[in-house]
């Protein structure tokens, strides 16, 4: 049996498979993130980490031993900032990757560094959320913490140090941080210097998300009823992993994800310059690989805040029918879904969340579809600009919350006017994971082979209605796209804390 651990921004999963992808059980539990302040995202690590145990219990329990557990591998969210003191206690709560609190040290950094050295070292914009930019903001305002500081870790290696006590990096979180030169694949001494960082607040070593990193503690052995040989591997940013789950391994195919935030990516075997910095370029788990990826902070995360706080007597299913009752573009409702900040296509932490042509005819069913289609117009956004980058997938498979919602994925294809695959195997980022793990104890040679072992055919296609299509069209370029470009100002003003004083 293979263990893929996945620590997500809203909770974890962990799913039990055997080499051949024979699903055994999954468990999971949630958490919400700390919004101490407006535009503030952060999270005790120790959250992770109690409830990974209860969700490895619940996955656990649904199988016939522990023991048979040879492998464990992780996926994780991205960008996320955790520090250590020389003891490797969490010195502060974990700042997230949807944290837009750093706008002022953005603004610092960029004038550091030249337009045509950030497009050719880091390949990526700089924004709040990032370890570089966090990790800035710390430097400036916590200088007693900052002083403490011995690593810097991304959230999920946080978890494999508590299961094997080894602290540790690898490349596809790696090159998610910004101190990072995606291209040469290694830290990036300038880019630390400059902005006063020490270089050793990084692990030394960059291993590959296959790599063994140790074997389970003799306590978790004990707690869990685990094979005190059960290896642990490093694992992959949660993109790389759903990559890999989603059976891409190689340039042609497109993936959708839909979680609490959007990411539209494309594999490559070059890295492909932008000189736009408006998507970002990011090490995969076979190091032959980037991918360009469009990154939505606001998705479902949008639409969990609706039903928290307008629907929480509904269920996901309850919304759904009512939605489904409504035709596209939600009577002229429309639903601007960038309620903290945005990453692709603005960079502009200031953006804020519109409702827009609201009136006495809407419904409920209305606003739940029109948050649904606000949140599918930024996909949009994203695939528009990979295609314009030249990216022609020749197929686009959907992953994430959104598969588990028929008339979200129909709208999703009809806004983008593609067919949508689904495939038949679920939980793509913790079989990404487990993938890892097979391949670290040589069950597998590489990503290919493990792929063409583990993954399944597809389930099913979603299919468009062009008629659908050319509706969605005319509301997107007429309506959808013109609502930033009118309220930027006014986003900026409403940003502002002291604003009404």
């Not at 690898?170 to 990072?180: I, M, P």
């Not at 989603?246 to 935030?261: E, N, P």
């Not at 399944?456 to 659908?468: D, R, S």
């Not at 969605?472 to 309506?479: G, L, P, S």
């Amino acid at each position: 049996m293979l263990m893929g651990i996945d620590l997500g921004t809203s909770k974890v999963k962990v799913a039990i498979t055997n080499k051949y992808n024979d699903f055994l059980s999954i468990g999971e539990e949630e958490y919400v993130f700390d919004v101490p302040k407006n535009g503030y995202a952060e999270q005790d690590p120790e959250v992770w980490w109690n409830a990974t145990k209860k969700a490895m219990v619940k996955a656990i329990n649904s199988i016939e031993s522990p023991i048979k557990i040879k492998a464990i591998g992780f996926s994780g969210q991205m960008h996320g900032l955790v520090l250590l003191d020389k003891n490797f206690n969490v010195i502060r709560k974990a700042i997230l990757h949807c944290d837009q609190r750093s706008i002022k040290q953005v603004e610092t950094i960029k004038n550091l560094f030249d337009k045509e050295y950030l497009i050719n070292t880091l390949h990526n914009p700089i924004f709040s959320g990032f370890q570089l930019t966090s990790l800035k903001w710390i430097q400036e305002n916590e200088i007693e913490n900052y002083s403490k500081i011995y690593k810097i870790i991304s959230p999920k290696d946080y978890i494999r140090f508590k299961l094997c006590g080894e602290i540790g990096v690898e490349y596809t979180d790696a090159s998610a941080t910004l101190l990072f030169d995606v291209e040469k694949k290694e830290w990036s001494r300038e880019i630390i210097e400059t902005c006063g960082f020490d270089i050793n607040f990084l692990p030394s070593k960059i291993n590959c998300p296959s790599d063994i990193a140790g074997y389970i503690k003799p306590e978790i052995v004990t707690e869990f009823g685990m094979n005190r040989g059960t290896v642990v591997v490093y694992g992959g940013s949660d993109q790389s992993m759903q990559l890999l789950g989603s059976g891409v391994y190689k340039k042609g195919i497109m993936t959708i994800t839909l979680g609490s935030g959007a990411q539209t990516v494309m594999l490559d075997d070059n890295p492909m310059l932008n000189p736009k910095l408006n998507t970002h370029l990011f090490l995969s788990a076979n190091s032959s690989y980037w991918f360009s990826m469009g990154a939505v902070l606001n998705a479902g995360i949008a639409f969990s805040w609706l039903k928290r706080t307008f629907f929480e007597n509904l269920s996901f299913e309850e919304m759904d029918n009512l939605a489904n009752s409504i035709e596209p573009c939600s009577n002229n409702l429309v639903f601007f879904p960038c309620l903290a900040g945005e990453r692709t296509p603005y960079l502009d932490s200031n953006t804020r969340g519109v409702f827009l042509g609201a009136s006495y005819i809407h419904n409920k069913g209305d606003f739940i579809r029109a948050t649904m289609e606000g949140i599918a117009f930024s996909i949009k956004e994203s695939y528009d600009l990979l295609i314009e980058r030249g990216y022609n997938p020749n197929k686009i498979i959907a992953a994430g919350g959104v598969v588990n919602s028929p008339l979200w994925l129909k709208i999703l294809s009809d806004i983008i006017g593609k067919e949508i695959w689904i495939n038949e195997s679920k939980e793509q980022a913790s079989l990404g994971a487990c993938i890892e793990a097979a391949i670290g104890i040589g069950y597998y040679r590489n990503e290919e082979e493990a792929c063409n072992h583990m993954i399944k055919a597809p389930a099913k296609v979603i299919k468009p209605n062009l008629i659908n299509t050319a509706k969605y069209e005319n509301f997107y370029n007429n309506i959808y796209k013109e609502i930033y470009k009118s309220n930027k100002t006014i986003f900026s003003k409403l940003s502002l804390d002291n604003f009404l004083i």
